[in-house]
């Protein structure tokens, strides 16, 4: 997967999101929001280690890396086709 195809795979899931949520990282994926983004995704990743606490969840754990893939290539490549392969699996499975 290149960069363009990362690109729009994201920008695809990151219309999914609620609105509120969708603003919010909109914001932090601004070039001049760098200095907040990398906070916000070790906070984020942190949060989703701790998926088993009440108001946590694993959902937090991809947008975190999301949010540090941002300023790594490569690494959104890999998430891109990572989270691809995760959500086929998952539909696959919910089929039966």
């Not at 219309?15 to 969708?22: N, V």
Request: with cysteine; aromatic share 14%; hydrophobic share 50%.
């Amino acid at each position: 997967m290149n960069d363009s195809e990362a690109r729009h795979y994201f920008s695809e899931r990151l219309a999914l999101l609620p609105p509120k949520l969708r603003r919010a990282v909109d914001w932090l994926l601004q070039p001049e929001s760098r200095w907040l983004r990398w906070p916000a995704g070790f906070l984020l990743i942190l949060g989703g280690m701790l998926w088993f606490l009440p108001v946590l969840g694993l959902w937090m754990l991809p947008l975190g890396l999301f949010l540090i893939a941002e300023d790594i290539p490569a690494l959104k490549r890999w998430l891109a086709r990572v989270f691809n392969r995760c959500e086929v699996t998952w539909r696959r499975w919910r089929r039966g």
